[in-house]
Nanobody
Framework: QQKLVESGGGSVQAGGSLRLSCVAS????????KGWFRQAPGKEREGIAF????????DYGDSVKDRFTISRDNAKNTVWLQMSSLKPEDIGVYYC??????????????????WGLGTQVTVSS
């Protein structure tokens, strides 16, 4: 059974850092594009960071560019999201998700097949 489990969320002050982890099991994770999404209160889920399965090409949403870094270790079935210079507007539930094959510039939630249950990130000003 395919499964993704996020961890590492929590509460930090503005300007602080957090590192989220997502561990996959039950499927051929290494051949999947991996993404991080977040859903702020009252808003739609948005894609914020993506990494391609083989070359490790990364792509970021404008709101997190230069502050967040996505990385992955296919051997460990793990993807991370290093978040720095956190702002109150980064508050939300963070989800990891994957889709088979390349990322191909596809950043919408409906393009992704497997999802974790999410981890909460809170930033206080």
């Amino acid at each position: 059974q395919q499964k993704l489990v996020e961890s590492g969320g929590g509460s930090v002050q503005a300007g602080g850092s957090l590192r989220l982890s997502c561990v996959a099991s039950g499927y051929e994770y290494s051949s999947h594009c991996k993404g991080w999404f977040r859903q702020a209160p009252g808003k739609e889920r948005e894609g914020i960071a993506f990494i391609s399965p083989r070359r490790g090409h990364t792509d970021y949403g404008d709101s997190v560019k230069d502050r967040f870094t996505i990385s992955r270790d296919n051997a460990k079935n793990t993807v991370w999201l290093q978040m720095s210079s956190l702002k109150p507007e980064d508050i939300g539930v963070y989800y990891c998700a994957t889709r088979r094959g390349g990322c191909d510039g596809l950043h919408a939630p409906h393009d992704y097949t497997y999802w974790g249950l999410g981890t909460q990130v809170t930033v206080s000003s």
